[in-house]
């Protein structure tokens, strides 16, 4: 029996990519989900669909990721229908690349707030709920892009290694209660957010991946199953890369 068997896990930004793939994941190791989506909303119901369809439990709740109230309610409905939080996985993010010189207040402020302020209104929400339990899991998504820093993405750069820097505070703060907080960095990941990029721009990406590919979900849901898991009980607070090298430092 899996371990992950009536936990409940609750991921940010769910319905497409890494979202996807992690909801999906811990749905087939026996978990129940809940995951956001903002407007992705007939991709939202093919994933419910197809969590339910392996037999355990799934809430999708639209949710604007900016609006700590709406982050509020997320954690109300799944205490209200579950009962706990095991696991949360703040995965939700948007990217608004530009050159420093070309980039708006609009397109700094929207990636800030959605990347690292989402990261705060989940945690924030149900930080309450982990510490009554004295137990929780909690992993932030970042990038390599907060790590080693992108050319035109200083705003995606700068809201990616603010996540990693909350959690490394945060898992301080809370180790005493029993709550690990880790960060996965993904490099160049097949999804529709790495899709929207310049096809100059990734072939020049691929040419700095030592291990001469892009990566997939399902690799990256790999890595929180593990974070997530017994196996990684003594971890917190740490940085893990995905990537396929291109962050060797």
Do not use: H
């Amino acid at each position: 029996m899996s371990e992950f068997k009536g936990k409940i896990v609750i991921v940010t930004g769910g319905s497409r990519g890494i979202g996807r793939a992690c909801a999906l994941s811990f749905a087939q190791e026996g978990a129940n989900i809940v995951f956001t989506y903002n407007k992705s909303v007939d991709e939202a119901a093919k994933l419910k669909k197809e969590i339910t369809g392996s037999g355990v439990e799934c809430l999708d709740i639209q949710v604007e990721i900016r609006d700590y109230e709406q982050c509020r309610k997320v954690v109300e409905e799944t205490m209200k229908k579950f009962g706990k939080i095991d696991i949360l996985i703040n995965n939700a993010g948007i990217i608004r690349d530009k050159a420093l010189l070309m980039m708006l207040q609009e397109d700094w402020k929207d990636v800030l707030e959605t990347n690292l302020g989402g990261v705060y209104n989940m945690s924030r929400a149900a930080i309450t709920t982990l510490l009554k339990q004295k137990a929780g899991c909690i992993i932030n998504m970042s990038s390599v892009s907060g790590i080693i820093g992108l050319p035109r993405q200083t705003n995606y750069s700068a809201s990616k290694a603010g996540i990693i820097g909350f959690s490394k505070a945060l898992a301080r703060e809370v180790a005493g209660y029993g709550i690990r907080v880790n960060v996965v960095c993904p490099g160049f990941i097949n999804t529709d957010m790495v899709g929207t990029l310049k096809e100059e721009f990734k072939t020049a990406m691929l040419g700095k991946i030592p291990l001469q590919r892009f990566g997939e979900p399902q690799e990256v849901a790999k890595v929180c199953l593990f974070l997530a898991s017994e196996k990684a009980n003594y971890i917190t607070g740490q940085t893990i890369k995905i990537d396929g090298g291109l962050a060797i430092i």
